[in-house]
T-cell receptor
Framework: GIQVEQSPPDLILQEGANSTLRCNFS?????LQWFHQNPWGQLINLFY???GTKQNGRLSATTVATERYSLLYISSSQTTDSGVYFC?????????FGAGTILRVKS | KAGVTQTPRYLIKTRGQQVTLSCSPI?????VSWYQQTPGQGLQFLFE???????NKGNFPGRFSGRQFSNSRSEMNVSTLELGDSALYLC????????????FGQGTRLTVV
């Protein structure tokens, strides 16, 4: 099956810093999503981005489907950005998740 | 528009018991999928339901089962609970199967003692 790898596994930032999270996948995909898991466990939708670039406030994402990777950019990080970030791709009508990036933003 | 609703939020059960978790998808969404999240295995696919039929199942034992009702609400059941079943169970709702955006509920945190 498809492999999804996320890097880095852990990231510690000072408030106000920028960061880039990466998601590599081993096969072509028609659907890629980025999620933020809050401290209570809920997966919050950030982007649905099978290809191209999207922006939402301080967050933006780029997926280069032909090269099998996606990037999530967080600018001017805030403590509320802390949590786990997952990317997930669709294979056979199911989502396959990466292991996640744990982000800690310090004030 | 209401989001995906999972009940209960927290549950403590004893080994050998069974448990039923519920998921109400976003209104109009017809596909419901279930995922298990544990520290060791991450997020793993359990099963997918569409039009009241299980369409896809992950690599889990037969103790894990589910169903979907005509209003798209879904339940999953775990029988003969084991300690290793302790996990966060997440339900995802999609408009249709496959290449459509999935939205998740808040999850049910199951602890087996």
């Amino acid at each position: 099956g498809i492999q999804v790898e996320q890097s880095p596994p852990d990231l510690i930032l000072q408030e106000g810093a920028n960061s880039t999270l990466r998601c590599n996948f081993s096969d072509s995909v028609n659907n890629l999503q980025w999620f933020h898991q809050n401290p209570w466990g809920q997966l919050i939708n950030l982007f649905y981005i099978p290809s191209g670039t999207k922006q939402n406030g301080r967050l933006s994402a780029t997926t280069v489907a032909t090269e099998r990777y996606s990037l999530l950019y967080i600018s001017s990080s805030q403590t509320t950005d802390s949590g786990v970030y997952f990317c997930a791709v669709v294979q056979g009508n199911k989502l396959v998740f990466g292991a996640g990036t744990i982000l800690r933003v310090k004030s | 528009k209401a989001g995906v609703t999972q009940t209960p939020r927290y549950l403590i059960k004893t080994r050998g018991q069974q448990v039923t978790l519920s998921c109400s998808p976003i209104s109009g969404h017809r596909s419901v999928s279930w995922y298990q999240q544990t520290p060791g295995q991450g997020l793993q696919f359990l099963f997918e339901y569409f039009s009241e039929t299980q369409r896809n199942k992950g690599n889990f034992p037969g103790r894990f089962s589910g169903r979907q009702f005509s209003n798209s609400r879904s339940e999953m059941n775990v029988s003969t609970l084991e300690l290793g079943d302790s996990a966060l169970y997440l339900c995802a709702s999609s408009l249709n199967r496959g290449v459509t955006e999935a939205f998740f509920g808040q999850g049910t945190r199951l602890t087996v003692v």
